[in-house]
Nanobody, 115 residues
Framework: QVRLVESGGGLVQAGGSLRLSCAASGGIFRINTMGWYRQAPGKQRESVATATNGGFTTYADSVKGRFTISRDNAKNTVYLQMNSLKPEDTAVYYC?????????WGQGTQVTVSS
């Protein structure tokens, strides 16, 4: 059974940093794309950053220069380093994995940035 487990959320002051981690398990190999999405209260879920198996990355304009996505393919893990956090970054962050054309989601981790 494919499973994504996230960790690393929490409460931080504006300007601070957090690092999210997401580990995939369940007999998987050669994951295509892994990424992070977020959903703030009253808003739609949006893509934050994605990374392909080959190393191609994408970022939302709102996080470019502040967030960095990385992967450890040997561990089937994706990370999101978030620096210079702003109150508008407050949301539930979800890990996503596209594996054999199927999307899998983590349970979500809360990130709260206080002003």
């Amino acid at each position: 059974q494919v499973r994504l487990v996230e960790s690393g959320g929490g409460l931080v002051q504006a300007g601070g940093s957090l690092r999210l981690s997401c580990a995939a398990s369940g007999g998987i190999f050669r994951i295509n794309t892994m990424g992070w999405y977020r959903q703030a209260p009253g808003k739609q879920r949006e893509s934050v950053a994605t990374a392909t198996n080959g190393g191609f990355t994408t970022y939302a304009d709102s996080v470019k220069g502040r967030f960095t996505i990385s992967r450890d393919n040997a561990k089937n893990t994706v990370y999101l380093q978030m620096n210079s956090l702003k109150p508008e970054d407050t949301a539930v962050y979800y890990c996503n994995m596209n594996y054999w054309d199927t999307d899998y989601w983590g349970q979500g981790t809360q990130v709260t940035v206080s002003s």
